[in-house]
C-alpha cells in the first residue's frame, strides 16, 4: 500500500535490514545518511511488529485484537516511509527535511546509536518475558525508554510518506503498555 505522496513521487516498497549494536556505516555523504536512516526506520519497524506478536500478550485484552488487526496498515506504511527513503529520486527533495531534523553529522549518529542501544534491550526484554509479575515489571520498564527514543525519530520525521501513521500507531502501543505499568487494567 503506498501514500499519495509517494505514488506522486513515483515510489515503489522495498526494504532493508536494520544494523546491528556496532555496525554503523561511516562512508559519510548523502547516500550513508539516507541508508542509515533506512535502517533506523526498518528497527523500529520490526521491534514493533515483536511488540505486537509476543507470544504472552502484554496489555489488555480488549485492545489486542484492534492492534493486532491494525498492525499490517501501520506496517505498510513504515515500509512505505522506507521506500520513499531509499528512492534516490526522492533524495534532493527530502534532504533539506532530514538536515532540519538532525539526521545529519554528529545528530545522527547519536540517534542512530540511541535507538540500536534501546531497541537492543527492548528486543532483550521481548525475548525474556513471561507473564512473572517481576519480569512484567522490568519489561515494562525496559521498552518505556524505547518507545520514547522511536517516538522522537518518528516525530522527526513526519514529513515522509508513511511515518505518521507509523507514529500514530506506535503511540497507540504505547499507550496500551503504559495502562499495564500504572496498574489500570481491570
Same mark, same amino acid.
Given at each position: 500500500?503506498?501514500?499519495?505522496?509517494?505514488?506522486?513521487?513515483?515510489?515503489?516498497?522495498?526494504?532493508?535490514?536494520?544494523?546491528?549494536?556496532?555496525?554503523?556505516?561511516?562512508?559519510?555523504?548523502?547516500?550513508?545518511?539516507?541508508?542509515?536512516?533506512?535502517?533506523?526506520?526498518?528497527?523500529?519497524?520490526?521491534?514493533?511488529?515483536?511488540?505486537?506478536?509476543?507470544?504472552?500478550?502484554?496489555?489488555?485484552?480488549?485492545?489486542?485484537?484492534?492492534?493486532?488487526?491494525?498492525?499490517?496498515?501501520?506496517?505498510?506504511?513504515?515500509?512505505? /516511509? &522506507?521506500? #520513499?527513503?531509499? +528512492?534516490?529520486?526522492?533524495?534532493?527533495?527530502?534532504?533539506?527535511?532530514?538536515?532540519?531534523? $538532525? %539526521?545529519?553529522?554528529?545528530?545522527?549518529?547519536?540517534?542512530?546509536?540511541?535507538?540500536?542501544?534501546?531497541?537492543?534491550?527492548?528486543?532483550? /526484554? &521481548?525475548? #525474556?518475558?513471561? +507473564?512473572?509479575?517481576?519480569?512484567?515489571?522490568?519489561?515494562?520498564?525496559?521498552?518505556?525508554? $524505547? %518507545?520514547?527514543?522511536?517516538?522522537?525519530?518518528?516525530?522527526?520525521?513526519?514529513?515522509?510518506?508513511?511515518?505518521?501513521?507509523?507514529?500514530?500507531?506506535?503511540?497507540?502501543?504505547?499507550?496500551?503498555?503504559?495502562?499495564?505499568?500504572?496498574?489500570?487494567?481491570?
Amino acid at each position: 500500500m503506498e501514500c499519495e505522496t509517494t505514488r506522486k513521487l513515483g515510489g515503489t516498497s522495498g526494504g532493508s535490514s536494520p544494523p546491528g549494536q556496532d555496525n554503523r556505516q561511516t562512508r559519510g555523504g548523502q547516500d550513508d545518511e539516507f541508508d542509515r536512516l533506512v535502517a533506523m526506520i526498518e528497527l523500529i519497524r520490526k521491534t514493533l511488529g515483536h511488540l505486537v506478536e509476543i507470544k504472552r500478550p502484554v496489555i489488555p485484552s480488549e485492545l489486542q485484537s484492534p492492534v493486532y488487526e491494525s498492525w499490517p496498515r501501520a506496517n505498510e506504511s513504515l515500509r512505505t /516511509a &522506507i521506500a #520513499t527513503l531509499q +528512492n534516490k529520486q526522492y533524495r534532493p527533495l527530502l534532504k533539506p527535511q532530514i538536515e532540519a531534523a $538532525g %539526521f545529519t553529522g554528529e545528530m545522527l549518529d547519536m540517534k542512530e546509536t540511541s535507538l540500536n542501544y534501546h531497541m537492543a534491550r527492548v528486543d532483550k /526484554a &521481548i525475548l #525474556t518475558y513471561n +507473564n512473572n509479575e517481576t519480569k512484567l515489571e522490568k519489561f515494562l520498564k525496559w521498552i518505556k525508554p $524505547g %518507545f520514547k527514543v522511536m517516538n522522537s525519530i518518528l516525530g522527526s520525521l513526519s514529513a515522509i510518506p508513511g511515518v505518521e501513521v507509523g507514529k500514530e500507531f506506535k503511540e497507540h502501543l504505547e499507550s496500551a503498555y503504559e495502562v499495564v505499568e500504572t496498574g489500570q487494567v481491570e
